[in-house]
Structure formats: structure tokens, C-alpha cells
């Protein structure tokens, strides 16, 4: 089972960029679908972001389409969110997840099912400042 780790977080300032990372362990990394969701305080975990681990194709929150972009690196196990542009709406806990689906079912799933998706990540804190 593979088990995750965040970093990355911090505050910034709107425009700003930050870059998250999910570091995994164990050696099937490149058979799991990776995702970023995030949960602001008070509001239910939103998808953010994910790759696929077949076709490494992406799919995006409508809202941060343009501006974030995911990325991973097999070779270290890591996958990444570059985020650019950064608005105070996109303040949140953010976290990265793993599953051998697909990136596109990731990118719908219920909140009910998302619980169940193979390993989270604990979570890392983006604070926007406007």
C-alpha cells in the first residue's frame, strides 16, 4: 500500500505561485493515479487536480485550469501541483491521493467515495493574503 506526504504549503500573497509536493513510498507508485483536492474550513473536500497513471493524461478544477499544473515524477515518486496565480479563493488544506483508477473518474467522484480511494495524504495549508 502506498502511503503519502505533503509539503509545500505555506503563505503567500495573491498572484503569487507555491509548488506542492507528494512524496510516496513503496514501488508501485507508477500504477496509482495521483490527485490534489483541497478543503476549505467549512465547505466539503473539492478535486482539484489529477494525472493519470496510464495515459498521464490531466484533468482540472475548472477554476484553476490555466493556472495550476500537475506533474509527477516516477523516478521519485512524487507527484506536484504548480500553482500560480494564486487567488485567496484558493485558500485551503490541500491534499494529494492515490488510486488505481482513472484520472477522470477521480476528477467526479463523490464525496462518499472519495473516502474510500486507496491512501490520502495528511494535508498541507495554502493561506492566500489578499
Known amino acids: 500500500q502506498v502511503r503519502l506526504v505533503e509539503s509545500g504549503g505555506g503563505l503567500v500573497q495573491a498572484g503569487g505561485s507555491l509548488r506542492l509536493s507528494c512524496a510516496a513510498s513503496g514501488r508501485t507508485f507508477s500504477t496509482y493515479t495521483m490527485g490534489w483536492f483541497r478543503q476549505a474550513p467549512g465547505k466539503g473536500r473539492e478535486f482539484v487536480a489529477a494525472?493519470?497513471?496510464?495515459?498521464?493524461?490531466?484533468y482540472y478544477l475548472d477554476s484553476v485550469k490555466g493556472r495550476f499544473t500537475i506533474s509527477r515524477d516516477n523516478a521519485k515518486n512524487t507527484v506536484y501541483l504548480q500553482m500560480n496565480s494564486l487567488k485567496p479563493e484558493d485558500a485551503a488544506v490541500y491534499y494529494c491521493?492515490?488510486?488505481?483508477?482513472?484520472?477522470?473518474?477521480?476528477?467526479?467522484?463523490?464525496?462518499?467515495?472519495?473516502?474510500?480511494?486507496?491512501?490520502w495524504g495528511q494535508g498541507t495549508l495554502v493561506t492566500v493574503s489578499t
Open positions: 494525472t493519470d497513471w496510464s495515459s498521464g493524461s490531466a
Open positions: 491521493a492515490a488510486d488505481r483508477t482513472t484520472a477522470q473518474a477521480m476528477s467526479v467522484m463523490s464525496p462518499s467515495i472519495l473516502l474510500r480511494l486507496d491512501a
